[in-house]
């Protein structure tokens, strides 16, 4: 029996790939890029196709943490030119990079025959609600529960100044993060939770358009006054140590004069019976 041939044309397995790339694209990368939109916490990824090499688009996109630590002058340059942000590791497949840099190329005009989407219209800044520093520190520390049931930030960061404990070290210090990425850089960050540590926990519990306008706020406000915020804290904590270690004292001290005391009444009263048997 002979079994017909069965030929997959290659512009359906070429779009297969190019859907697979905008899935993860949406998913991994939208958060700190666009394809036509201008930069946001990273560049613009319109035609890096045509910038970039294709096998340093493959490994970039597949172990970006691995070409900083080595010095890639490339990595490098990007590093400094966005605020020292690295871009994280997504752990991404070959193929997911294939698929990937596919779609990059579709949307900056390649030869895929697939028009270009349109780029993402930024919202209008009036449709914005206006953030509540006060109510963005409350939200950090947990004191007002997210709506939508996730941790509180401080679980995980520290923002300098904020509770006298202090806050998590899983993730990086928070106090000088809207200098770092910018207004539009931290709404987009916000908006997206891009990071591969904070994606699985926040997919289903993502912030609401107000949390993330308090948060903001919040966020810039600590970047403007981050010694101002924390030296009275310090001092009180300072204080309050020193007055429960005094009074630890003088209860330890206390006890033990009333120990000594009664040893040294209890031998003298038997030393007089001693002598007045005599």
Excluded at 69 to 97: F, T, V
Aim: proline share 9%.
């Amino acid at each position: 029996m002979i079994f017909p041939l069965i030929f997959i044309p290659a512009a359906s397995a070429q779009n297969s790939s190019i859907d697979n790339g905008k899935t993860i694209f949406q998913t991994k990368c939208s958060g700190c890029h666009t394809i036509g939109g201008g930069d946001l916490v990273g560049p613009d990824l319109k035609n890096v196709t045509n910038i970039r090499d294709h096998s340093w688009l493959v490994r970039w996109l597949m172990e970006p943490d691995k070409m900083i630590a080595e010095g890639d002058p490339i990595a490098k340059q990007l590093l400094q030119k966005y605020n020292g942000i690295p871009m994280p590791n997504l752990g991404l497949s070959q193929q997911d990079a294939e698929d990937v840099i596919a779609y990059m190329a579709n949307q900056s005009g390649g030869p895929q025959g697939k028009p270009p989407e349109k780029p993402p219209q930024k919202p209008p800044a009036e449709s914005q609600p206006a953030g509540n520093p006060s109510a963005g520190e409350s939200l950090f520390e947990g004191n007002t529960q997210l709506k939508n049931g996730g941790p509180p930030c401080q679980a995980c960061h520290n923002v300098e100044g904020v509770s006298l404990l202090g806050g998590g070290d899983l993730g990086p210090d928070l106090t000088m993060v809207y200098t770092r990425y910018g207004d539009q850089g931290l709404s987009s960050v916000l908006a997206t939770l891009p990071f591969p540590t904070m994606k699985p926990i926040f997919v289903n519990h993502p912030l609401t358009t107000q949390e993330q306008a308090d948060l903001k706020a919040f966020f810039k406000q600590a970047a403007t006054r981050p010694v101002e915020r924390g030296a009275g804290e310090v001092v009180w904590l300072a204080i309050v140590g020193l007055a429960v270690a005094i009074l630890i004292i003088q209860v330890i001290w206390r006890n033990r004069v009333v120990d000594t005391r009664r040893t040294m009444v209890q031998g003298t009263t038997k030393e007089q019976i001693k002598e007045a048997k005599q």
